[in-house]
């Protein structure tokens, strides 16, 4: 069962300040998809007065990790989490409220149970596509995620 919303956003205030301040925000999230939105204001662009990459990035790993979060403790078993790598491509300029939307969810199970059949880490690539409020694509991250069983 995932957690709600509400509870997630509680959570970044004490564990993710930086993104809460920013105003990054969980809206939606299953085993399969989760929804995490953020709007350009003064204190989150850049120097060009579009979103700064690094919220935009936030909210996109936000969108990933979230799951990851949600599934790891619906597990039961105590695992370790942590991006390896990312990439990110920036195809529009964003301003104003940016969507973005990770449907890689089921990615997520088949590394956890491999990790605490094997006890050794597993790796996924998960995607999030951030698009502006016309539905237009404004950026695209792959987030590397590792897990591993807690001896």
């Known amino acids: 069962m995932a957690v709600s919303t509400s509870k997630f956003n ?5 564990k993710l300040p930086s993104a809460w301040w920013c105003g990054v925000r969980l809206k939606y999230m299953d085993e399969k998809k ?3 939105t953020v709007k ?4 989150n662009q850049n120097p060009f007065k579009s979103m700064f990459w690094a919220v935009q990035g936030m909210a ?3 969108a990933t990790g979230a799951m990851m979060i949600d599934q790891i403790r619906n597990s039961g078993k105590k695992i370790s989490m942590l991006v390896q790598n990312n990439k990110a491509n920036f195809s529009k300029k964003a301003t104003g409220k940016i969507t973005f939307t990770c449907e890689d969810g089921h990615l997520i199970k088949a590394a956890l149970d491999r990790t605490i059949a ?7 690539w998960m995607e999030s596509v951030g698009i502006n409020e016309d539905g237009v694509v404004v950026s695209t991250f792959d ?4 897990v591993r069983l807690k001896k």
């Open 10 to 14: 509680t959570f970044t205030f004490f």
């Open 34 to 36: 989760a929804i995490v």
């Open 40 to 43: 350009h204001k003064w204190f």
């Open 60 to 62: 996109a790993e936000l």
């Open 118 to 124: 094997t006890g050794e880490g597993q790796t996924i």
């Open 143 to 146: 987030f590397e995620w590792t």
